[in-house]
């Protein structure tokens, strides 16, 4: 099986599990915890965690692992990375709904290749966002807006690909530096809730 299957197939089991212990609207609150995934990064190709640790407080990680694989046969286009990063949010109501702003930080490695002209490098990328959470679906879904803004480096190495399934040859001896300032990260993002059932008054 191919690797981007496995991956669809495992983050799948995930949505749906999750999914399935939702049962009932969530309550937000410390220790609360929710699941997501970007539809901007490829949907299910990339799975967040975010976790409340205060009445206005989380935070999350996210993985991305995007995989289109090369044409069958050539090597005209791919996408290949994996990235991680992590954030901290503050919630002007509470955690998981409305308007947030959150600070954050991301590192991974890419391979970039388009018409046999690539780029292979790793980057390192931090910043604040805001964000807004619209609860959909009876408040079993939500949903997330986000815009960041930030710091983006990388160092990056050029190669071209002459045939197809051939090798790459670097078409330069030293790698290249990318500094960049600005929108540094964007999301729609399908968010479970999950519920977590607190002891009131001895009972559950």
């Known amino acids: 099986m191919r690797p981007a299957c496995k991956h669809i197939l495992t983050l799948l089991t995930v949505f749906i599990t999750v999914h399935a212990m939702a049962a009932r609207p969530a309550q937000t609150g410390a220790g609360d915890?929710?699941?997501?995934?970007?539809?901007l990064a490829i949907p299910l190709l990339n799975i967040g965690v975010e976790v409340a640790v205060a009445?206005?407080?989380?935070?999350?990680?996210?993985?991305y692992y995007p995989w289109i694989p090369r044409t069958l046969g050539s090597n005209a286009n791919a996408l290949q990375?994996?990235?991680?990063?992590l954030e901290g949010r503050y919630w002007f109501t509470k955690p998981f709904e409305g308007?947030?702003?959150g600070a954050f930080g991301m590192a991974g490695k890419y391979d970039v290749e388009r018409n046999f002209h690539g780029y292979q490098g790793r980057f390192g990328s931090v910043g604040i966002?805001?964000?807004?959470?619209?609860?959909?679906i009876g408040n079993r879904l939500r949903l997330e807006?986000?815009?960041?803004?930030?710091?983006?480096?990388?160092?990056?190495r050029e190669y071209r690909?002459?045939?197809?399934?051939?090798?790459?040859?670097?078409e330069k001896d030293m790698a290249k530096d990318i500094r960049y300032f600005g929108p540094v990260k964007a999301g729609v993002?399908?968010?479970v809730p999950l519920t977590v059932f607190k002891k009131k008054g001895g009972g559950q």
């Open 145 to 156: 807006f986000s815009l960041g803004l930030g710091f983006f480096l990388s160092r990056a």
């Open 189 to 191: 993002s399908v968010v």
């Open 99 to 101: 308007h947030s702003v």
């Open 161 to 170: 690909v002459y045939e197809p399934g051939g090798p790459a040859y670097a």
């Open 55 to 63: 009445a206005n407080w989380t935070l999350g990680a996210d993985w």
């Open 81 to 85: 990375a994996l990235a991680a990063s």
């Open 33 to 39: 915890v929710a699941v997501r995934t970007n539809a």
């Open 129 to 136: 966002d805001y964000m807004f959470a619209v609860p959909v």
